[in-house]
């Protein structure tokens, strides 16, 4: 079955990353062009995982996952080779309400990590529930290329125009025809 697409609001909601290598590395990479608020355990971590940990002024710990420590997360990413680790947290996040991502083993997941193109307030995530990775890299590639770097202000003006502008049928109509307006001259 496919996952449902949606954005989760990450404020006040910690976040605990499980493992200090590479693909550790690339989650907590993804998740603080969300958040700031993510701890991270491991027993041994990768330089660049330190580096940016110190960078970013996380909170991390250099010790082996102990039954409890997921009670106060929201969230947690478990990026550790051992599939039993894996299955035991994702058991655990169940008795307390945690969303939980254990990388590469779909069946120990509550989500996945999509490809994305994020531009400021712009965010598109491309998924293929698991089926090609490869294929949502690319086509995150492509729609990089086409998505003009003056997509921000643009954004921001409609952001204004929607605070300012009363609600209605002929607000809708006005900022519909200038989006539509706006990404027929990507083309041109």
């Avoid at 693909?23 to 608020?37: G, M, N, P, Q, V």
Wanted: proline share 3%; charged share 30%; glycine share 4%.
């Amino acid at each position: 079955m496919a996952y449902f697409p949606a954005f989760l609001k990450l404020d006040n909601r910690k976040i605990l990353i499980v493992g200090g290598g590479n693909i550790a590395y690339e989650k907590l990479d993804h998740l603080l062009d969300f958040t700031k608020d993510i701890h991270i355990i491991a027993q041994a971590y990768s330089s660049e995982m330190l580096q940016r940990i110190q960078e970013e002024n996380l909170h991390y710990e250099k010790r082996s996952y102990k039954t409890g420590d997921i009670a106060e997360f929201a969230i947690v990413v478990v990026a550790v080779d051992s599939i039993a680790l894996q299955a035991e947290i994702f058991q655990e996040s169940k008795r307390y309400n945690c969303l939980c991502n254990a990388v590469d083993s779909v069946d120990y997941c509550d989500f996945i990590f999509p490809s994305y193109v994020k531009k400021d307030d712009l965010t598109i995530a491309i998924s293929t529930s698991g089926t090609s990775p490869a294929m949502a890299k690319h086509l995150r590639r492509y729609l990089q290329k086409i998505i003009p770097n003056g997509i921000s202000e643009f954004l921001k003006e409609m952001k204004q125009l929607r605070q300012n502008l009363p609600k209605g049928k002929e607000r809708m109509k006005m900022l519909d025809e200038k989006a539509k307006n706006y990404i027929e001259s990507w083309s041109k």
